[in-house]
């Protein structure tokens, strides 16, 4: 158990330092299958994702009942909706990460670029903007991200999942990573030769 609560704050530290959540920002999440049945190990709310301690992380049922001490974070809403939905993933992160929270504050798509393994669309899917923390956004976003890996939240931010949290965590590195470069080329196209 101590594994999984040390991998949450772990995750929390490493975004942090690579600037995908800043503040009190993202949440991160990870499903956990054990002999008494499945729960959900989550970051709280209104603590920032970086120094966490044990003690901060929240425990909570798939129906959002408390099984620990603290006040989970605000979109656990929308995580338990992902998980409800979607049995083959065990982890989600959440951030507000600049490049790619800026495409979502534009009308500009993210391109799937090479690297996520099988292509499937040629652009991340997104949807529109739902108030953060509402019930709108947990079943907008939970029947949003389907069969995929990533879901970009119109004026918001990102949703990772994976099979694992390491899993996860590369894939919000890469869709920033992405990003960025996507951002960068479009800078570069939209000057003249100097
Ligand atoms: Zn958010």
Redesign the pocket.
Known sequence: MIKNIQEIIDTGNNLYNKNLISGK???ISKRIRGASGEFIAITPTLKSLSGLNPEDIVLVDLDGNLLSNGKPSS?IGMHLEIYKKRDDINAIV???APYATGFAFSDKKIKRLEGFGEIKKPYLPSIEYEK?GSEELAVNASEGIGNDDVLI?KN??VICVGENLKEAESLAIFVEESAKTQFVTLMLNSVEDI
């Open positions: 920002s993202g949440n979109e959440h951030t507000h953060p939240l918001h931010g």
